[in-house]
């Protein structure tokens, strides 16, 4: 996630004109107002988390499209105009959104909602985990990519939309059982499963940081290029110290993320001789129709790839 946003068109301006759009215009009809919950959500992880609980009870709405990065984001009209007719919006919290230049606070702000009113973040009921060394004041965002963590994004959400739509409480809350047993499962398989890799394997090498959480739930010690994304990435310092982790280890496997560019990986298997044996999700799920589409099926891929290429 980038720390600083490229914005070409000032917000001020979007917001200006997602104004216009509303008032003026007739919205899209997956945006059409009607007796359902309107809901909005920042990326298409909380999207799916959301369609699981509701099903055909609410419309969902998703502000940052699949694959891209929710720091470096730019509003666009429809999505000024979604916030603008919203009943709930979700984000994740943990200075994902709010980070940088804000872009998610002005929208909300802007639209007149409110926190714990009409804005919920999905990780209010999740511990967090400090960045490191330099960051060492600031949270990881990246919470979701731990099962448990994820059951509680989802209870938190399923409250708040219980609360605004009352008249489907018992649908949502059958939902929500059955999506939660669902994730438990999976976690629970999870861990037992990778009770059979030797310690001195167990060194987890991505290009972000972005697997704390992931490793700490999973008997994994994270190893990356640098810690979160910015505009200083694979540099020499960066490279000698994941270099120098992979050294100290038994290792056999390095891994990319969907969201970044391999190029800096690439040197580390040049360097080490490490073949990068698969890629894997953070900040995205995969396009519709693609294994990883889902947050189960997004978990489940990396757990099942991250195992493999560690048993090697």
Known sequence: MKRKLLITIPLLALMLFGTYWFTNHDATASLTKNDRLSIVTTNSILEDMVQQIVGDDAQVYSIVPRGTDPHEYEPRPQDISAVAQADLIFHNGLNLETGGNGWFTKLTTQAKKRPNKEVFAASAQVAPMKLSGENSDQVDPH????????????????????????????????????????????????????????????????????????????????????????????????????????????????????????????????????????????????KAGQAGDTYYGMLKWNLDHIHQGLSK
Do not use: C, H
């Not at 001195?200 to 739930?217: I, M, N, Q």
């Not at 999973?218 to 270099?243: C, D, F, H, K």
């Open 143 to 286: 919470a979701w990519l731990d099962l448990q963590n994820g059951i509680r994004y989802v209870e938190t959400i399923s409250q708040a939309i219980q609360a605004a739509d009352p008249a489907n409480r018992t649908a949502y809350q059958k939902r929500t059982a059955t999506y939660v047993k669902q994730l438990s499962a999976l976690d629970a398989q999870a861990k037992a499963k990778f009770q059979d890799i030797p310690q001195d394997k167990r060194l987890l090498v991505t290009s972000e940081g972005a697997f704390k959480y992931f490793a700490k739930a999973y008997g994994l010690t994270p190893a990356y290029i640098w810690e979160i994304n910015t505009e200083s990435q694979g540099t020499p310092e960066q490279m000698r110290q994941v270099l120098g982790q992979i050294s100290r280890s038994q290792v056999t496997a390095l891994f990319v993320e969907s969201s970044v560019s391999p190029k800096s990986m690439e040197k580390v298997a040049k360097e080490t001789g490490l073949p990068i044996v698969a890629t894997v999700f953070t900040d995205s799920l995969a």
